[in-house]
């Protein structure tokens, strides 16, 4: 059985500070991929990640995928509040196209 | 593209009973996802289609749970003899099926078993 454990589970931060978000798993995915969700929401995607070693931007988050692609992070810069949902990530079993969620990450950033 | 809708939004249930959720998703994807949520968690896999073929069933997922996608457009999953544990938000998602392609999620649906 494949899981991906995200930690830590939650974290309350201030406007400006700076968080790392950690997606581990001892099986190798093909692709994973980063969402948000909001209350009330279902998940939305933030960026995908293909290559071993791969580091992806967006705007103030750096996405970055294992080596042996089988763990990756997830940076934020200067969080603002807009920043505050679940952080989830999913790993896709290679040519299945199923996705495997993590534990997901809770982020409230403090105004 | 009207994004993935999912009926109904919310399901009140005696336990006991049975309920069936619709998934509508984005035209032309021909893969579609189900998953559960419960609060604070990930979601949890329960199955997946391509086009009308039910590729794979959680194992974790006991026989009161049941999914079709008839014609390879809409999905329903059925829970027949609900229980107060199938509490929880059941989300539907669906993918143009191309490599690496992103999953467009429903807003869900949230059942309580009372």
């Known amino acids: 059985t494949q899981l991906l454990e995200q930690s830590p589970q939650f974290l309350s931060i201030q406007e400006g500070e700076n968080l790392t978000v950690y997606c581990n798993s001892s099986s190798v995915f093909s692709s994973l991929q980063w969402y948000r969700q909001e209350p009330g929401e279902g998940p939305v995607l933030l960026v995908t990640?293909?290559?071993?070693?791969e580091v992806k931007k967006l705007k103030r988050l750096t996405f970055q995928f294992g080596d042996a692609r089988k763990d990756s992070s997830l940076h934020i810069t200067a969080a603002q509040p807009g920043d505050t949902g679940l952080y989830l990530c999913a790993g896709e079993s290679s040519g299945t196209y199923k996705y495997i969620f993590g534990t997901g990450t809770r982020l409230k950033v403090l105004a | 593209d009207t994004g993935v809708s999912q009926d109904p939004r919310h399901k009140i249930t005696k336990r006991g009973q049975n309920v069936t959720f619709r998934c509508d998703p984005i035209?032309?994807?021909?893969?579609l996802y189900w998953y559960r949520q419960t609060l604070g968690q990930g979601p949890e896999f329960l199955t997946y289609?391509?086009?009308?073929?039910?590729?794979?069933k959680s194992r974790l997922l006991s026989d009161r749970f049941s999914a079709e996608r008839p014609k390879g457009s809409f999905s329903t999953l059925e829970i027949q003899r609900t229980e107060q544990g199938d509490s929880a938000m059941y989300l539907c998602a669906s993918s143009s099926g191309k490599d690496n392609s992103p999953l467009h999620f429903g807003n869900g649906t949230r059942l309580t078993v009372t």
């Open positions: 990640v293909v290559t071993g070693g």
């Open positions: 289609f391509q086009n009308e073929a039910q590729l794979e």
């Open positions: 035209s032309e994807h021909n893969r």
